[in-house]
């Protein structure tokens, strides 16, 4: 089946700290993988996304690199601020439907 | 573009009482989708529909009724509320379904009280 696992919560770093926020996914065939991020009071939004093996989606600072040989599609970012803090879901697509981690809330301090 | 829209944002029911929340997307997506999000448990699949006249359940759809008339209008229709409905839903378009590198266009969100 397909399903997606990610750290818990919360994570709390300082300001300028870098963050890794882990997902490991099951899946058939071959799926695209996304993470999301979710300010407070609103939906999700896309952050980055990889479609194929050893892809790496990146945006605002953040990276993630398609690893299928370890199943894993893990979050980083070099340096947080204090706007970065939300929920974060790691995503796959698999033929009609999204698969959802649980979320990760990352709480950045000044 | 307005994207997805979902009305109402809030709404508080009573147990055995019913309510449609309503979900419109203005980006012509075939895909459209409804998710719950529980605490500690993510977003998962109530329905959802590839087209219009298309339907199909996905994770969770005990309790859940919808219809799609048009591309625009994915409405969610609760038919009699349980406090186990207590949810914050999420209504969600992608250009289609069988391109699995799209990504999902989600709305604001319906925070739903059963009590």
């Known amino acids: 089946g397909n399903s997606v696992t990610q750290m818990e919560g919360p994570v709390t770093l300082s300001e300028e700290a870098f963050l890794t926020i882990n997902c490991t996914y099951t899946a058939t065939g071959y799926p695209s993988l996304f993470w999301y991020v979710q300010y407070p009071g609103e939906g999700l939004q896309l952050l980055l996304k990889?479609?194929?093996?050893?892809d790496k989606g990146s945006n605002k600072g953040f990276e993630a690199t398609y690893r299928k040989e370890t199943t894993s599609f893990h979050l980083e970012k070099g340096s947080v601020q204090v706007s970065d803090s939300a929920v974060y879901f790691c995503?796959?697509?698999?033929?009609?439907?999204?698969?959802f981690g649980s979320g990760t809330k990352l709480n950045v301090k000044p | 573009n307005a994207g997805v829209t979902q009305t109402p944002k809030f709404q508080v029911l009573k147990t055995g009482q019913s309510m449609t929340l309503q979900c419109a997307q203005d980006m012509n997506h075939e895909y459209m989708s409804w998710y719950r999000q529980d605490p500690g448990m993510g977003l998962r699949l109530i329905h959802y529909s590839v087209g219009a006249g298309i339907t199909d359940q996905g994770e969770v759809p005990n309790g859940y009724n919808v219809s799609r008339s048009t591309t625009e209008d994915f409405p969610l229709r609760l038919l009699s509320a349980a406090p186990s409905q207590t949810s914050v839903y999420f209504c969600a378009s992608r250009i289609t379904g069988q391109a699995m590198n799209t990504e999902a266009f989600f709305g604001q969100g319906t925070r739903l009280t059963v009590v």
């Open positions: 990889a479609t194929k093996a050893d």
């Open positions: 995503a796959l697509s698999n033929f009609n439907k999204f698969y």
